[in-house]
Protein backbone atom coordinates (compact mmCIF):
# COMPACT_ATOMS: atom_id res chain seq x y z
CA UNK A 1 0.00 0.00 0.00
CA UNK A 2 1.29 3.60 -1.07
CA UNK A 3 2.17 5.81 1.84
CA UNK A 4 -0.70 8.21 0.77
CA UNK A 5 -3.26 5.27 -0.06
CA UNK A 6 -2.45 4.60 3.96
CA UNK A 7 -3.08 7.95 5.24
CA UNK A 8 -6.29 8.68 3.70
CA UNK A 9 -7.35 4.79 4.95
CA UNK A 10 -6.03 6.02 8.77
CA UNK A 11 -7.50 9.29 8.12
CA UNK A 12 -11.02 8.13 7.47
CA UNK A 13 -10.83 5.29 10.30
CA UNK A 14 -10.48 8.00 12.96
CA UNK A 15 -13.07 10.44 11.36
CA UNK A 16 -15.42 7.44 11.00
CA UNK A 17 -17.98 8.68 12.47
CA UNK A 18 -18.13 11.92 10.49
CA UNK A 19 -18.05 10.14 7.38
CA UNK A 20 -16.24 13.01 5.50
CA UNK A 21 -13.76 10.90 3.98
CA UNK A 22 -12.39 11.26 0.69
CA UNK A 23 -15.21 10.08 -2.28
CA UNK A 24 -15.02 6.24 -2.34
CA UNK A 25 -15.42 5.11 -5.83
CA UNK A 26 -17.82 2.41 -5.98
CA UNK A 27 -21.62 3.19 -4.47
CA UNK A 28 -23.25 0.02 -2.46
CA UNK A 29 -24.20 -3.19 -3.66
CA UNK A 30 -28.26 -2.50 -3.06
CA UNK A 31 -28.39 0.45 -5.72
CA UNK A 32 -27.14 -1.78 -8.26
CA UNK A 33 -24.10 -0.36 -8.47
CA UNK A 34 -25.20 3.20 -9.98
CA UNK A 35 -24.30 6.54 -8.54
CA UNK A 36 -27.01 8.97 -8.66
CA UNK A 37 -26.12 12.38 -10.03
CA UNK A 38 -28.96 14.07 -8.24
CA UNK A 39 -30.46 14.89 -4.63
CA UNK A 40 -34.03 13.55 -5.77
CA UNK A 41 -35.39 10.99 -3.49
CA UNK A 42 -38.22 8.84 -4.52
CA UNK A 43 -40.29 8.03 -2.14
CA UNK A 44 -39.88 9.04 2.27
CA UNK A 45 -36.52 8.28 3.47
CA UNK A 46 -37.93 6.63 6.40
CA UNK A 47 -41.26 4.91 4.98
CA UNK A 48 -42.23 2.20 7.57
CA UNK A 49 -41.84 4.96 10.64
CA UNK A 50 -45.07 6.77 11.53
CA UNK A 51 -45.00 10.50 12.92
CA UNK A 52 -43.80 10.05 16.74
CA UNK A 53 -46.71 10.59 19.26
CA UNK A 54 -47.52 10.61 22.84
CA UNK A 55 -49.10 7.91 24.14
CA UNK A 56 -48.47 7.96 27.94
CA UNK A 57 -46.48 5.49 30.02
CA UNK A 58 -48.85 2.26 29.17
CA UNK A 59 -47.16 2.07 26.02
CA UNK A 60 -45.82 -0.72 24.94
CA UNK A 61 -45.59 0.71 21.74
CA UNK A 62 -41.26 2.06 20.80
CA UNK A 63 -41.95 4.56 18.63
CA UNK A 64 -44.20 6.27 20.78
CA UNK A 65 -43.25 8.96 23.89
CA UNK A 66 -43.91 7.90 27.15
CA UNK A 67 -43.24 10.67 28.92
CA UNK A 68 -42.98 13.61 26.64
CA UNK A 69 -45.78 15.14 26.20
CA UNK A 70 -44.91 18.12 23.81
CA UNK A 71 -47.79 20.86 24.21
CA UNK A 72 -48.61 19.28 27.86
CA UNK A 73 -48.28 22.86 30.23
CA UNK A 74 -45.44 22.45 33.35
CA UNK A 75 -44.25 25.46 35.37
CA UNK A 76 -46.30 27.43 32.98
CA UNK A 77 -44.16 26.37 30.15
CA UNK A 78 -44.92 23.67 27.63
CA UNK A 79 -42.51 20.89 27.75
CA UNK A 80 -41.30 21.37 24.40
CA UNK A 81 -40.66 25.13 25.69
CA UNK A 82 -38.41 23.31 28.36
CA UNK A 83 -36.61 21.61 26.76
CA UNK A 84 -36.16 22.34 22.42
CA UNK A 85 -34.65 19.44 21.38
CA UNK A 86 -32.15 19.34 18.87
CA UNK A 87 -31.21 16.14 16.50
CA UNK A 88 -27.32 16.54 15.71
CA UNK A 89 -26.58 15.82 12.12
CA UNK A 90 -23.36 14.79 12.45
CA UNK A 91 -24.19 11.63 14.79
CA UNK A 92 -27.44 11.29 12.85
CA UNK A 93 -27.01 11.52 9.48
CA UNK A 94 -22.82 11.20 9.03
CA UNK A 95 -22.43 8.64 11.87
CA UNK A 96 -21.35 5.17 10.38
CA UNK A 97 -20.22 3.03 13.71
CA UNK A 98 -16.37 3.03 12.52
CA UNK A 99 -13.75 3.67 14.66
CA UNK A 100 -10.14 3.22 15.05
CA UNK A 101 -10.51 -0.72 15.41
CA UNK A 102 -12.95 -0.91 12.45
CA UNK A 103 -14.55 -0.04 9.87
CA UNK A 104 -18.36 1.13 9.34
CA UNK A 105 -21.57 -1.13 10.16
CA UNK A 106 -24.16 1.43 9.31
CA UNK A 107 -25.16 1.75 5.45
CA UNK A 108 -28.73 3.71 5.65
CA UNK A 109 -30.97 3.47 2.38
CA UNK A 110 -30.87 6.84 0.63
CA UNK A 111 -26.77 6.98 1.37
CA UNK A 112 -24.79 6.77 -2.58
CA UNK A 113 -21.17 5.88 -1.31
CA UNK A 114 -20.20 9.44 -2.14
CA UNK A 115 -19.48 12.46 -0.41
CA UNK A 116 -20.70 14.67 -3.05
CA UNK A 117 -22.88 17.63 -3.13
CA UNK A 118 -26.18 15.73 -4.62
CA UNK A 119 -25.26 13.60 -1.38
CA UNK A 120 -24.91 15.99 1.00
CA UNK A 121 -28.63 17.38 -0.55
CA UNK A 122 -30.16 14.02 -0.16
CA UNK A 123 -29.18 14.05 3.42
CA UNK A 124 -30.72 17.24 4.28
CA UNK A 125 -33.81 15.91 2.70
CA UNK A 126 -33.69 12.98 5.00
CA UNK A 127 -32.64 15.23 8.05
CA UNK A 128 -35.91 17.30 7.49
CA UNK A 129 -38.25 14.36 7.10
CA UNK A 130 -36.48 13.11 10.52
CA UNK A 131 -37.35 16.19 12.19
CA UNK A 132 -40.96 16.29 11.21
CA UNK A 133 -41.35 12.10 12.35
CA UNK A 134 -39.75 13.28 15.30
CA UNK A 135 -42.07 16.38 16.06
CA UNK A 136 -38.51 18.09 16.77
CA UNK A 137 -38.28 21.31 15.62
CA UNK A 138 -34.02 22.04 15.92
CA UNK A 139 -31.29 20.67 14.08
CA UNK A 140 -27.24 21.36 14.79
CA UNK A 141 -24.55 21.17 12.49
CA UNK A 142 -20.92 21.48 11.53
CA UNK A 143 -20.40 22.74 8.20
CA UNK A 144 -18.42 20.55 6.69
CA UNK A 145 -21.11 17.69 8.17
CA UNK A 146 -23.44 19.23 5.93
CA UNK A 147 -21.57 20.07 2.98
CA UNK A 148 -18.05 18.41 1.21
CA UNK A 149 -15.22 20.04 1.74
CA UNK A 150 -13.50 21.63 -1.32
CA UNK A 151 -10.19 21.83 -2.53
CA UNK A 152 -10.25 25.73 -2.11
CA UNK A 153 -12.34 27.56 0.52
CA UNK A 154 -14.31 28.86 -2.27
CA UNK A 155 -15.32 25.78 -3.34
CA UNK A 156 -15.93 24.55 0.39
CA UNK A 157 -18.33 28.07 0.97
CA UNK A 158 -19.57 27.16 -2.89
CA UNK A 159 -20.44 23.32 -1.62
CA UNK A 160 -21.92 24.70 1.63
CA UNK A 161 -23.64 27.38 -0.33
CA UNK A 162 -25.76 25.21 -2.11
CA UNK A 163 -26.78 22.76 0.67
CA UNK A 164 -27.60 25.78 2.64
CA UNK A 165 -29.84 27.09 -0.14
CA UNK A 166 -31.62 23.74 0.33
CA UNK A 167 -32.09 23.87 3.72
CA UNK A 168 -33.82 27.48 3.67
CA UNK A 169 -36.57 25.78 1.02
CA UNK A 170 -37.09 23.16 3.37
CA UNK A 171 -37.89 25.35 5.82
CA UNK A 172 -41.07 26.88 3.90
CA UNK A 173 -43.62 26.27 6.15
CA UNK A 174 -42.40 25.18 9.39
CA UNK A 175 -40.98 26.19 12.17
CA UNK A 176 -37.59 24.21 11.78
CA UNK A 177 -34.38 26.10 12.39
CA UNK A 178 -30.86 25.38 13.47
CA UNK A 179 -30.49 25.24 17.02
CA UNK A 180 -27.14 26.67 16.27
CA UNK A 181 -24.28 26.15 13.81
CA UNK A 182 -20.58 25.47 14.22
CA UNK A 183 -17.61 25.20 12.06
CA UNK A 184 -15.30 22.21 11.58
CA UNK A 185 -12.07 23.25 12.97
CA UNK A 186 -10.30 19.85 13.68
CA UNK A 187 -10.94 17.08 11.07
CA UNK A 188 -8.66 18.59 8.34
CA UNK A 189 -4.98 17.81 8.81
CA UNK A 190 -4.63 21.84 8.62
CA UNK A 191 -5.66 22.17 12.01
CA UNK A 192 -3.46 19.48 13.31
CA UNK A 193 -2.28 22.06 15.68
CA UNK A 194 -5.46 23.79 16.19
CA UNK A 195 -7.18 26.77 14.59
CA UNK A 196 -7.45 29.90 16.68
CA UNK A 197 -4.45 28.18 18.49
CA UNK A 198 -2.27 27.21 15.87
CA UNK A 199 1.45 27.96 15.35
CA UNK A 200 0.93 28.60 11.90
CA UNK A 201 -0.83 32.26 11.13
CA UNK A 202 -2.44 31.08 7.90
CA UNK A 203 -4.59 28.48 9.62
CA UNK A 204 -5.54 30.93 11.88
CA UNK A 205 -6.46 32.70 9.12
CA UNK A 206 -8.38 30.18 7.52
CA UNK A 207 -10.14 29.07 10.70
CA UNK A 208 -11.36 33.04 10.89
CA UNK A 209 -12.56 32.54 7.27
CA UNK A 210 -14.47 29.35 7.88
CA UNK A 211 -15.91 30.41 11.39
CA UNK A 212 -16.82 33.96 9.55
CA UNK A 213 -18.95 31.44 7.05
CA UNK A 214 -20.29 28.93 9.11
CA UNK A 215 -21.78 32.19 11.63
CA UNK A 216 -23.46 33.52 8.09
CA UNK A 217 -24.88 30.66 6.98
CA UNK A 218 -26.48 29.92 10.70
CA UNK A 219 -27.79 33.42 10.86
CA UNK A 220 -29.31 32.83 7.43
CA UNK A 221 -31.00 29.80 8.75
CA UNK A 222 -32.51 31.71 11.74
CA UNK A 223 -30.35 29.72 14.06
CA UNK A 224 -30.17 31.13 17.11
CA UNK A 225 -27.24 30.29 18.49
CA UNK A 226 -23.27 29.59 17.01
CA UNK A 227 -20.96 27.17 19.09
CA UNK A 228 -16.96 26.74 19.47
CA UNK A 229 -16.16 23.69 20.35
CA UNK A 230 -12.28 23.90 20.33
CA UNK A 231 -11.30 20.14 19.72
CA UNK A 232 -8.08 20.91 18.39
CA UNK A 233 -7.33 24.21 21.17
CA UNK A 234 -4.59 22.67 23.44
CA UNK A 235 -1.67 21.11 23.57
CA UNK A 236 0.11 17.75 23.62
CA UNK A 237 3.02 18.83 25.41
CA UNK A 238 4.22 22.22 26.76
CA UNK A 239 7.46 21.74 25.85
CA UNK A 240 6.77 22.96 23.08
CA UNK A 241 4.22 25.17 23.55
CA UNK A 242 3.81 28.66 23.97
CA UNK A 243 0.87 28.49 26.57
CA UNK A 244 0.18 32.66 27.08
CA UNK A 245 0.93 33.26 22.99
CA UNK A 246 -2.08 30.77 22.49
CA UNK A 247 -4.48 32.05 24.56
CA UNK A 248 -4.00 35.55 23.87
CA UNK A 249 -4.60 34.27 20.20
CA UNK A 250 -7.57 32.37 21.03
CA UNK A 251 -8.92 35.73 23.12
CA UNK A 252 -8.68 37.47 19.88
CA UNK A 253 -10.24 34.70 17.48
CA UNK A 254 -13.09 35.10 19.90
CA UNK A 255 -13.09 39.13 20.14
CA UNK A 256 -12.93 39.07 16.06
CA UNK A 257 -16.12 36.40 16.08
CA UNK A 258 -18.15 38.91 18.34
CA UNK A 259 -17.41 41.96 16.27
CA UNK A 260 -18.67 40.23 13.35
CA UNK A 261 -21.85 38.63 14.76
CA UNK A 262 -22.66 42.26 15.68
CA UNK A 263 -21.72 43.87 12.23
CA UNK A 264 -23.78 40.86 10.14
CA UNK A 265 -27.17 41.58 12.59
CA UNK A 266 -26.84 38.18 14.20
CA UNK A 267 -28.39 37.70 17.21
CA UNK A 268 -27.97 34.89 18.41
CA UNK A 269 -25.61 33.38 21.22
CA UNK A 270 -21.80 32.71 21.30
CA UNK A 271 -21.33 29.67 23.02
CA UNK A 272 -18.26 27.78 24.33
CA UNK A 273 -18.23 23.99 24.72
CA UNK A 274 -15.67 22.98 27.53
CA UNK A 275 -14.34 19.82 26.81
CA UNK A 276 -10.90 18.94 29.18
CA UNK A 277 -8.84 16.50 26.55
CA UNK A 278 -9.27 14.67 23.56
CA UNK A 279 -8.21 14.70 20.85
CA UNK A 280 -5.94 16.81 22.68
CA UNK A 281 -3.77 16.02 25.80
CA UNK A 282 -5.22 19.58 27.44
CA UNK A 283 -7.77 21.70 26.09
CA UNK A 284 -7.80 25.37 27.07
CA UNK A 285 -11.73 25.10 28.25
CA UNK A 286 -11.23 22.45 30.32
CA UNK A 287 -14.28 22.58 32.34
CA UNK A 288 -16.80 25.32 33.08
CA UNK A 289 -14.99 26.97 35.73
CA UNK A 290 -11.58 27.10 33.33
CA UNK A 291 -14.02 28.72 30.64
CA UNK A 292 -15.73 31.13 32.87
CA UNK A 293 -12.11 32.22 34.06
CA UNK A 294 -10.59 32.65 30.70
CA UNK A 295 -13.60 34.83 29.48
CA UNK A 296 -13.64 36.87 32.94
CA UNK A 297 -9.61 37.86 31.92
CA UNK A 298 -10.32 38.64 28.71
CA UNK A 299 -13.20 40.77 29.00
CA UNK A 300 -15.83 38.47 26.86
CA UNK A 301 -17.89 37.24 29.98
CA UNK A 302 -20.63 39.22 28.87
CA UNK A 303 -20.31 37.97 24.83
CA UNK A 304 -20.54 34.24 25.47
CA UNK A 305 -22.64 31.34 27.63
CA UNK A 306 -21.55 27.84 27.43
CA UNK A 307 -22.97 24.98 25.87
CA UNK A 308 -22.74 22.06 28.57
CA UNK A 309 -22.05 18.62 27.18
CA UNK A 310 -22.47 15.70 30.26
CA UNK A 311 -20.28 13.23 28.44
CA UNK A 312 -17.07 16.21 28.72
CA UNK A 313 -18.19 16.93 32.57
CA UNK A 314 -17.79 13.58 33.23
CA UNK A 315 -14.44 13.47 31.28
CA UNK A 316 -12.88 16.39 33.59
CA UNK A 317 -13.70 14.85 36.66
CA UNK A 318 -16.94 16.36 37.52
CA UNK A 319 -20.83 15.45 37.38
CA UNK A 320 -22.82 17.00 34.90
CA UNK A 321 -24.91 18.45 37.43
CA UNK A 322 -21.74 20.28 38.84
CA UNK A 323 -21.05 21.77 35.21
CA UNK A 324 -24.37 23.04 34.67
CA UNK A 325 -24.60 24.60 38.43
CA UNK A 326 -20.90 26.27 37.89
CA UNK A 327 -22.37 28.17 34.36
CA UNK A 328 -25.78 28.57 36.33
CA UNK A 329 -24.25 30.45 39.12
CA UNK A 330 -21.75 32.10 36.82
CA UNK A 331 -24.71 33.23 34.57
CA UNK A 332 -23.34 31.34 31.32
CA UNK A 333 -25.70 28.56 30.99
CA UNK A 334 -26.61 28.82 27.58
CA UNK A 335 -27.52 25.18 25.88
CA UNK A 336 -27.21 21.63 26.89
CA UNK A 337 -25.43 18.60 24.74
CA UNK A 338 -27.75 15.62 26.23
CA UNK A 339 -25.73 12.56 26.36
CA UNK A 340 -23.47 10.70 28.57
CA UNK A 341 -20.48 8.27 28.92
CA UNK A 342 -19.63 5.03 29.96
CA UNK A 343 -18.20 5.19 33.59
CA UNK A 344 -15.94 2.21 32.42
CA UNK A 345 -14.63 4.09 29.77
CA UNK A 346 -12.02 6.62 29.48
CA UNK A 347 -13.11 8.82 26.28
CA UNK A 348 -15.72 10.36 24.92
CA UNK A 349 -18.78 8.38 23.81
CA UNK A 350 -21.11 10.24 23.11
CA UNK A 351 -24.36 7.92 24.10
CA UNK A 352 -27.96 8.60 24.60
CA UNK A 353 -28.49 9.67 27.96
CA UNK A 354 -30.90 7.15 29.78
CA UNK A 355 -30.50 7.64 33.44
CA UNK A 356 -33.44 9.17 35.13
CA UNK A 357 -31.46 10.05 38.20
CA UNK A 358 -29.04 11.93 36.10
CA UNK A 359 -31.72 13.52 33.85
CA UNK A 360 -33.38 15.04 36.80
CA UNK A 361 -30.71 16.54 38.48
CA UNK A 362 -30.01 17.89 35.35
CA UNK A 363 -33.93 19.50 34.82
CA UNK A 364 -33.43 20.61 38.66
CA UNK A 365 -30.89 23.05 37.10
CA UNK A 366 -32.64 24.34 34.33
CA UNK A 367 -35.83 24.72 36.59
CA UNK A 368 -33.58 27.30 39.01
CA UNK A 369 -32.49 29.18 35.98
CA UNK A 370 -35.63 29.48 34.63
CA UNK A 371 -35.22 27.54 31.05
CA UNK A 372 -32.25 27.98 28.55
CA UNK A 373 -34.12 29.69 25.70
CA UNK A 374 -32.96 30.43 23.08
CA UNK A 375 -30.79 27.13 24.31
CA UNK A 376 -32.02 23.57 24.13
CA UNK A 377 -31.06 19.87 24.20
CA UNK A 378 -28.88 18.69 21.75
CA UNK A 379 -28.66 15.16 21.40
CA UNK A 380 -24.75 15.15 20.62
CA UNK A 381 -25.48 11.47 20.85
CA UNK A 382 -25.20 8.69 18.48
CA UNK A 383 -26.09 4.73 18.42
CA UNK A 384 -23.93 2.12 19.28
CA UNK A 385 -21.88 0.56 16.56
CA UNK A 386 -24.32 -2.65 16.62
CA UNK A 387 -27.19 -0.84 16.77
CA UNK A 388 -27.94 -0.67 12.63
CA UNK A 389 -31.74 -0.42 11.93
CA UNK A 390 -33.06 2.81 10.60
CA UNK A 391 -35.92 2.39 13.26
CA UNK A 392 -32.64 2.34 15.52
CA UNK A 393 -32.24 6.46 14.73
CA UNK A 394 -35.94 7.23 16.09
CA UNK A 395 -35.27 4.90 19.36
CA UNK A 396 -32.71 6.33 20.47
CA UNK A 397 -34.04 9.61 20.29
CA UNK A 398 -37.35 9.01 21.80
CA UNK A 399 -35.74 7.13 24.41
CA UNK A 400 -33.67 10.32 24.98
CA UNK A 401 -36.46 12.69 24.87
CA UNK A 402 -38.91 10.24 27.07
CA UNK A 403 -35.71 10.50 29.73
CA UNK A 404 -35.29 14.27 30.20
CA UNK A 405 -39.52 14.25 30.55
CA UNK A 406 -39.24 11.92 32.98
CA UNK A 407 -36.54 13.85 34.23
CA UNK A 408 -38.35 17.68 34.39
CA UNK A 409 -41.52 15.52 35.72
CA UNK A 410 -39.45 14.34 38.86
CA UNK A 411 -37.63 17.89 38.76
CA UNK A 412 -40.55 19.37 39.65
CA UNK A 413 -42.30 16.71 42.18
CA UNK A 414 -39.16 17.43 44.57
CA UNK A 415 -39.05 20.87 44.04
CA UNK A 416 -42.74 21.57 44.73
CA UNK A 417 -42.52 18.90 47.35
CA UNK A 418 -40.32 21.01 49.34
CA UNK A 419 -38.22 18.58 51.42
CA UNK A 420 -35.33 18.85 50.09
CA UNK A 421 -35.08 22.44 49.75
CA UNK A 422 -36.17 22.46 53.66
CA UNK A 423 -33.32 20.47 54.38
CA UNK A 424 -30.72 22.74 52.80
CA UNK A 425 -32.10 25.35 54.39
CA UNK A 426 -31.81 24.19 58.20
CA UNK A 427 -28.43 22.88 56.91
CA UNK A 428 -27.43 26.79 56.59
CA UNK A 429 -29.68 28.38 59.27
CA UNK A 430 -26.83 29.89 60.98
CA UNK A 431 -26.78 32.01 58.53
CA UNK A 432 -29.49 33.62 59.43
CA UNK A 433 -28.56 35.13 62.50
CA UNK A 434 -27.23 38.34 62.93
CA UNK A 435 -23.47 37.56 62.32
CA UNK A 436 -24.36 35.52 59.39
CA UNK A 437 -26.18 38.54 57.72
CA UNK A 438 -22.63 40.68 58.51
CA UNK A 439 -20.59 38.51 57.18
CA UNK A 440 -22.51 38.16 53.78
CA UNK A 441 -22.39 41.97 53.43
CA UNK A 442 -18.94 42.47 54.20
CA UNK A 443 -19.35 44.11 57.24
CA UNK A 444 -17.21 41.33 59.84
CA UNK A 445 -13.27 42.20 59.39
CA UNK A 446 -11.18 39.42 61.09
CA UNK A 447 -10.73 41.38 64.55
CA UNK A 448 -14.38 40.96 64.94
CA UNK A 449 -14.85 37.69 64.18
CA UNK A 450 -12.60 36.83 66.27
CA UNK A 451 -14.69 38.23 69.25
CA UNK A 452 -17.92 36.90 68.25
CA UNK A 453 -15.49 33.08 68.58
CA UNK A 454 -14.59 34.03 71.90
CA UNK A 455 -18.08 34.55 72.80
CA UNK A 456 -19.60 31.81 71.13
CA UNK A 457 -17.18 29.36 72.43
CA UNK A 458 -16.77 25.73 70.24
CA UNK A 459 -19.09 25.77 67.82
CA UNK A 460 -21.86 23.33 67.07
CA UNK A 461 -21.95 21.32 63.84
CA UNK A 462 -24.79 19.98 62.79
CA UNK A 463 -25.39 17.08 60.31
CA UNK A 464 -25.75 17.34 56.95
CA UNK A 465 -28.21 14.68 56.56
CA UNK A 466 -26.86 13.18 53.07
CA UNK A 467 -28.16 9.96 53.30
CA UNK A 468 -31.91 11.55 53.93
CA UNK A 469 -31.19 14.26 51.02
CA UNK A 470 -30.59 10.91 48.46
CA UNK A 471 -33.99 9.43 50.05
CA UNK A 472 -36.01 12.37 49.53
CA UNK A 473 -34.53 12.29 45.86
CA UNK A 474 -34.50 8.92 45.40
CA UNK A 475 -38.32 8.71 46.32
CA UNK A 476 -39.28 10.61 43.53
CA UNK A 477 -37.87 8.31 40.57
Sequence with gaps: ???????????????????????????????????????????????????IKYEGPSTKNPLAYRW??????????????????????WHTFRGTGGDPFGAATKYWPWEDGTNSVPMAKRRMRANFEFLKKLGVDWWCFHDRDIAPDGSTLEESNKNLDEVIELAKELQKGSKIRPLWGTAQLFLHPRYMHGGATSSEVGVYAYAAAQVKKAMEVTH?????????????????????????????????????????????????????????QEPTKHQYDWDAATAANFLRKYGLINEFKLNIECNHATL?????????????????????????????????????????????????????????????????????????????????????????????????????????????????????????????????????????????GEPKVSSAKQELAEMIFQSAM
Design 68 to 89: YNAEEEILGKKMKDWFRFSVAF
Design 220 to 276: YLGGENYVFWGGREGYQTLLNTDMGKELDHLARFFEAAVAYKKKIGFKGTLLIEPKP
Design 316 to 456: SGHTCHHELETARLNGLLGNIDANTGDAQTGWDTDQFLTDVGEATMVMMSVIRNGGIAPGGFNFDAKLRRESTDVEDLFIAHISGMDTMARGLRNAVKILEEGSLNELVRKRYASWDSELGKQIEEGKADFEYLEKKAKEF
Design 1 to 51: MKKVEFFILLLCLIAASFLVCADPPTCPADLDGKCSDSDDWQGDFFPEIPN
